[in-house]
């Protein structure tokens, strides 16, 4: 006999702004104690070293939490020149040291544009993609290294906020799958002189802003209401997606999974679907007018 769940059901996203030092699953764990939450989940981790937006997903929210991860990213990170590490990183072993040469504007500026655009980057080792099973920092802990293809990302945005004779703060606007830490190691590589990341904040996630964001003290101060009136509703990450609108018989029927013909006019592909604009999840329109439900939301809990 499986045990029943304890805590609340509780559904809805936080913007969490992450602090200096911890992983991302333990503000996890911290705030779904706050909300005594029985069912929770982040869109996509930060190192202990980086700070800021950390999106949190509770209750019927994780199902969106994977296309969350989807999302392009907005990075300010500080580059120390002339040190590279193990890891990529400050918290890394120093490998390796080279003197910074002299940079004008220019040159800083003419490196950073050869980056900016698509993109081929080979994946740090230290970082959670598997290889034969195990994750590769992992592997590297132990002192292995394993061949990484390279991936196509996109840097849309790669903006010098600050610079000093050994260190740059660049504003970084990306798509999923950029490693900030092999960006400023190549980035320091193409100056001659290699580089780590020794600051690294996240501002943006997808339509979510740092702005938005509540630190865990603001939250730790805050009684249950106040917690609950912080929650982003279920659907808000999927408004790009076009809705329809169903009766009281067809949202009885999508909820049973069953494929139902609708007088909707839409285009083909997914829907958000909503009765009485109550939330009920995603469908797929086909070419014959049927709506087909893919991923049903049951929001009739606590707070929804």
């Known amino acids: 006999m499986s045990r029943r769940k304890s805590g609340r059901n509780i559904h809805g996203i936080l913007l969490l702004d992450k602090r200096l030092g911890v992983s991302s699953n333990r503000v996890l764990q911290e705030v779904k104690r706050l909300f005594n939450a029985n069912k929770a989940g982040?869109?996509?981790?930060?190192?202990?070293?980086?700070?800021?937006?950390?999106?949190?997903?509770?209750?019927?929210?994780?199902?969106?939490?994977?296309?969350?991860?989807?999302?392009?990213?907005?990075?300010?990170?500080?580059?120390?020149?002339?040190?590279?590490?193990?890891?990529?990183?400050?918290?890394?072993?120093v490998i390796e040291k080279k003197p910074v040469p002299e940079l004008s504007l220019a040159e800083i500026e003419s490196c950073l544009h050869s980056f900016t655009g698509e993109i081929d980057q080979v994946p740090p080792m230290y970082s959670a993609l598997k290889h034969n099973g195990r994750k590769l920092y992992e592997l590297a802990r132990e002192g292995k290294t394993i061949e990484r293809k390279a991936r196509r990302i996109t840097i849309f945005e790669l903006k010098l906020l600050h610079t000093t004779a050994d260190s740059l703060k660049l504003d970084v606007f990306c798509s999923k799958g950029t490693y900030i830490r092999s960006l400023a190691e190549d980035i320091g590589h193409y100056l001659g002189c290699g580089g780590t990341v020794t600051e690294l904040r996240r501002t943006q996630a997808g339509q979510f802003n740092i702005e938005h964001a509540f630190t865990i003290e603001q939250l730790q101060e805050m009684d249950f209401e106040a917690l609950t009136n912080c929650l982003i509703e279920v659907d808000k990450p999927l408004e790009t997606i076009p809705a329809i609108e169903l009766s009281t018989k067809q949202a009885r029927l999508v909820k049973h999974g069953q494929q139902i013909e609708t007088e909707v006019e839409a285009n083909q592909g997914m829907v958000r679907m909503y009765s009485e604009q109550v939330f009920l999840g995603l469908g797929e329109m086909l070419l014959n007018g049927k709506l087909v439900p893919k991923k049903i939301f049951n929001l009739n809990s606590e707070i929804a």
């Open 42 to 93: 982040h869109t996509g981790s930060l190192d202990p070293l980086a700070t800021g937006l950390l999106p949190l997903c509770f209750g019927e929210a994780t199902k969106v939490s994977a296309m969350m991860l989807d999302d392009n990213k907005r990075y300010q990170v500080v580059i120390k020149l002339g040190i590279m590490t193990d890891t990529g990183d400050a918290e890394g072993k």
